[in-house]
C-alpha cells in the first residue's frame, strides 16, 4: 500500500530525478499559514463528507485564505493522476480504486453545506477509464444542481485526449456555466512540462466547447516562470482567442518538491499588469494575472464580472 505523504511514493517516476534547486520566495507570494474558525470548519466539512480537494493535493499557496471563506475546490474521481506532469504535486501512477459511484451525491450535500454561491469541481486524469470520467463529472453537476439550484458551477476538466467526441458532449450536455481547461504552458515547454498532453488537443477542445454551446463560458489558464518568455505567452493569448476563450488566468509556478520541474524565475507583479493589460486588449472578457492566480482563486466574484462582462458587450442591462 503506497503511502502518498511520502514524496517518493507520491511521484514515483520522479524518485530517481536530480534535485532541482527551490530559490526562496520573494515577498510578493508569501502568504499567511493556514488557519482560524473559517478554515477548520472547511476542513471538517470535507472530511466528513469523504471528499478529496485540489488545494490540498496541489499544495495551493491560497489554501488559508479559500478555506477561511468556505471556497474549496474539490477533486473527484480520487486522488492518483494517470499522468505525471513536471509541474504537478498530485499523486501519479495507477489509480488504485475504481470510480466511486456515490461521490457525486458527497460533494453535492459538501457545496449545499458550505452555502456556496459558486462552486469548482475539478478532477485527476483517468486515462485508465474509457470515456476519461466524462460521465462521473456529468453526475457531479446534475446532482449539485438538484441539491443548490442557484448555486453556479464551473468545471476544471482533463483534456480527454484518449476518448472519442461523444466524451466531451456528455460533460457539456450537463451544462456547467464555466467549463475550465487549462493549457497549463506554452507549447514549446510540452515536451518536458505536459508531456502526456497536446497543446492542440487542448486548444481544439475548448474550442469544441462554444461549438456545442456557444452561450457556455471558456475558461483556460497558464503558469509563467517555467522558462517561457513573454512572446511566447502573447501568442498563447492568441491562441485563445481564436478558439474563443473568455476568460484567461496567469500565475506564478511554484516548485512542490526538489523532484518538481525547477523554477525559471519568479515573474514581477508589473509584468504580470502588462499580461493582463495585453490581454483584455486581446479580447478577453476577463483576464486574472498575479503571482497568485489560480484557476479558482476568487472564482466566485470573478464569475460575476466575467457574466456582467458579457451582458455590457451584449448590451443587456
Known sequence: MRDLKIPEQRHPEKAGKPDNAQPKKPSWIRVKAPGGTGYAKTAKIMRDNKLVTVC???????????????????????????????????????????????EPGRVADAVAKLGL?????????????????AEHFAQTIRAIRHRSP??????????????????????????????????????????EVRPGARYFHSLRLLQRVKELDPSMFTKSGIMVGLGENRQAVLQVMEDMRA??????TIGQYLQPTPKHHAVDRFVHPDEFAAYEKAAYGKGFLMVSATPLTRSSYHAGDDFARLRAARNKKLGVA
Open 56 to 102: 490540498e493535493e496541489a499544495g495551493c499557496p491560497n489554501v488559508g485564505e479559500c478555506w477561511s471563506q468556505g471556497h474549496a475546490t474539490m477533486m473527484i474521481m480520487g486522488e492518483v493522476c494517470t499522468r505525471a506532469c513536471t509541474f504537478c504535486n498530485i499523486a501519479t501512477g495507477k489509480p488504485p480504486e475504481d470510480l466511486d459511484a456515490f
Open 117 to 133: 454561491n459558486h462552486v469548482v469541481i475539478t478532477s485527476v486524469d483517468r486515462d485508465d477509464i474509457a470515456d476519461g470520467g
Open 150 to 191: 442557484d448555486t453556479t458551477i464551473e468545471i476544471l476538466t482533463p483534456d480527454f485526449i484518449r476518448c472519442g467526441p461523444e466524451a466531451l458532449e456528455l460533460v457539456v450536455a450537463a451544462r456547467p456555466d464555466v467549463f475550465n481547461h487549462n493549457l497549463e504552458t506554452v507549447p514549446g515547454l510540452y515536451p
Open 243 to 248: 478558439a474563443d476563450i473568455d476568460f484567461l
